[in-house]
């Protein structure tokens, strides 16, 4: 993706999920919908469908658009630490370590045991921990944990007032400006 626009680059990662979402088949009580599923024309309806496979897959998507935003506009971009056998977040620019979510719905011991642990270990290694989710309706829990765990937590319009103040790229603007640029359904 090298010498390519940001553009051009975030077009390319969002028709990649395209051609998976339309090869998904669609197998129902959430109305909500975000940026990213007006992007790809999924409506709360085929969402619940497959919550799993599609929290998952929009996951990994805002992942690699957030990241890349990151990677194109910051010269001090770094890919995601490793310390040991974790993977503690997905990016690092200046004094930030960044995850990135698309929605915290596990509740699960394991999970919020990591959220708590990996705060403090990203603090001790220098770097202040962010967590950019795009959703707001993430599990009460979760977020309770992240925020034992001291990381700063960002949804929603937060989320992207953080990536546009560090990067000058407003994404929100960009997502709202492609809706429907990508349907999932022909």
Known sequence: MTG???????????SRFRETFVNKSYSEENQDHDVLMDVFGITPKIKRENRQYWGRELGMCWQLIVSCVFQHMRQDFGPALRVGSDEPCDFIFDRYAVDTKYRIGSGDSGTLKKFRSYGPMLRE?????????????????????CNSGTWEVLTANSSFQFIETHTGFDLYRFLSQIKGDFPVQR
């Open 4 to 14: 390519m626009t940001l553009d051009a680059k975030l077009n390319e990662i969002l």
């Open 125 to 145: 290694l220098g770097y202040e921990p962010v967590f950019l989710i795009l959703r707001q309706d993430n599990l009460p829990a979760a977020i309770t944990a």
